[in-house]
């Protein structure tokens, strides 16, 4: 595949990066770390920056109290993305701006975010306010339209305890207002002196940079995998295992040739490091999955969204992972790559147990592929969870059926949360093959679903109300098909 790395170009082991090899720019001037210095970025801009506008909250990416903007280069300008800083590796900062609430001030006054919010009342201990400037910084600075419900979605990941939403969102109205007209963001926050007017200079660092890292950066072959974590966007693995991640056995696995978004005829390629906001904004996957903005606000938040690289969601096995659903679904075939071969599997071969998967410990995910749905494709993902947003799936669900004539000419039907592994249902996608979609097919599908899932009772439920969950969800994939 064109522009595809060879395999010894994948990683850059943690313990080997110099002292020249960090590289990037903190709000308005270059720093260049020592790997060692911090684990994350929240930790290296408060601990050894001393910018402590950003806040320690959850250390796991939900509160939002420690938001940063993260711009890097893309097709010739700099995109801006809010992430958040708990989560994010210090090694995945070279290369970039990293943006805290400091780099969003003006000397003598209130910028446009920070003055909207006192006008509108909308802090009250200040606490999670840092992470609502710099999220609705990071809007100002997208190439959103200014809809209200545009800024809303880019506060998804900040949570206020004790304010309300309603003053904020009265911020976000007078923010819209300021906003109209925009079209080339940098250029128009700084002209309109939304946000300082070093903006205007990053790309240019930034480009520097760049030249830098290909002389600076040590590219070596594989090293030996045990003990070792492949570290993407980080978003679920330091939640889970923050204690070794201490251990610097991480390697940066963040690398723009990772990044890939590609069709050859109707099959799509998917490169390892994109994330979920990748394919939100690719022409690629919208235009072959229109519904796929509606499927991916279910999943997380903005900041998360960021962060989170589909493969590692593929390996991190949770069994209601919602790509790992959605992409079970789609059949996705999964590249493994090792220095010795590569092989390509089917995602429903990959799960073998609980966190037990078809994979050895010197093998990566190297690319993922699916068929993009055509003109006789129905695809839907559904999922409940206590919360609509920012929360993890008691049962989640996906659905793709080729529907010619009236018959179900093949079906993939995967569910997550009612069994150890996330799950693709195929007795319940064999059954539903050659058949019309009626009641007695709507009931069928029900009953042998039954028959191959395990649900276990947890936090999230009894194994008869999860059972009952994807008995509601597949009549919610197949009923609107009824009378078509």
């Known amino acids: 595949m064109s522009g595809f790395p060879k395999v010894e170009n994948y990683f850059l082991p943690l313990n ?25 970025v929240l930790d290296y801009i408060r601990s050894v920056q001393n910018l402590k506008g950003t806040k320690i909250g959850c250390r796991e990416g939900d509160c939002g109290a420690c ?45 446009l975010v920070q003055q909207a919010m006192a006008d509108s009342g909308a802090t009250q201990c200040g606490f999670c306010t840092p992470g609502f400037v710099v999220s609705l910084a990071g809007y100002c600075l997208s190439n959103q339209d200014a809809t209200k419900e545009n800024a809303i979605a880019a506060i998804d990941g900040n949570i206020c305890r004790c304010t309300g939403y309603k003053s904020i969102e009265r911020a976000t109205d007078i923010i819209n207002e300021q906003l ?41 072959k594989r090293p030996e995998a045990a003990n070792k974590f492949f570290v993407g966007g ?14 610097d056995n991480s390697f940066l696995f963040n690398r723009r040739e990772l990044n890939f978004i590609s069709k050859e005829k109707n099959t799509c390629f998917l490169g390892p490091a994109v994330t979920v906001s990748d394919l939100r904004t690719s022409e690629i996957i919208t235009t072959a999955i229109p519904q ?9 938040s903005t900041p998360i969204r960021n962060m989170a690289t589909i493969a590692g969601n593929f390996v991190n096995a949770s069994p209601i992972g919602d790509f790992s659903i959605f992409f079970l679904a789609l059949d996705a075939q999964i590249e493994l790559d090792s220095i010795e071969k590569k092989r390509t599997i089917p995602l429903r071969k990959f799960y073998k147990g609980y966190k037990q998967l078809d994979k050895t410990l010197d093998e990566i995910i190297s690319r993922i592929s699916f068929e993009l749905p055509s003109k006789n494709t129905y695809l839907n993902f559904e999922k409940i969870s206590k919360r ?17 004539n009236g018959i179900i000419q093949k ?35 029900i009953e042998t679903m ?27 994939h197949l009923m609107p098909l009824l009378n078509n």
């Open 16 to 40: 080997k990066i110099k002292a020249t090899n960090l590289h990037f720019i903190l709000n308005e001037k270059e720093v260049k770390p020592l790997p060692s210095e911090a684990e994350t």
């Open 67 to 111: 938001t940063i903007l993260v711009g890097d280069l893309q097709d010739g300008s700099v995109r801006y993305r809010s992430m958040t800083s708990c989560l994010m590796p210090l090694v995945n900062a070279h290369g970039k701006h990293i943006v805290t609430v400091e780099g969003v001030n003006f000397p003598d006054r209130l910028n």
């Open 180 to 220: 109209k007209g925009k079209n080339d963001p940098i250029e128009f926050v700084v002209k309109n002196k939304i946000l300082p007017e070093y903006f205007s200079e990053i790309k240019e660092k930034l480009q520097q940079i760049s030249e830098e890292t290909k002389s600076l950066i040590e590219i070596i």
């Open 234 to 247: 980080g978003t679920d693995l330091y939640v889970q295992r923050h204690g070794d991640m201490k251990e």
């Open 292 to 300: 796929f903005q509606n499927f991916s606000k279910l999943v997380s």
């Open 388 to 404: 609509t947003h920012l929360d993890i799936a008691s049962v989640n669900t996906a659905i793709c059926l080729n529907i010619e």
């Open 411 to 445: 079906a993939g039907l995967s569910a997550g949360g009612v069994g150890p592994i996330p799950m693709f249902l195929e007795k319940t996608s064999t059954y539903l093959q050659g058949k019309k979609i009626n009641n007695d097919t709507i009931s069928g599908a």
């Open 450 to 476: 039954k028959t191959e899932i395990s649900p276990i009772g947890d936090v999230r439920g009894s194994a008869a109300y999860k059972t009952l969950l994807l008995e509601q969800l597949i009549k919610a």
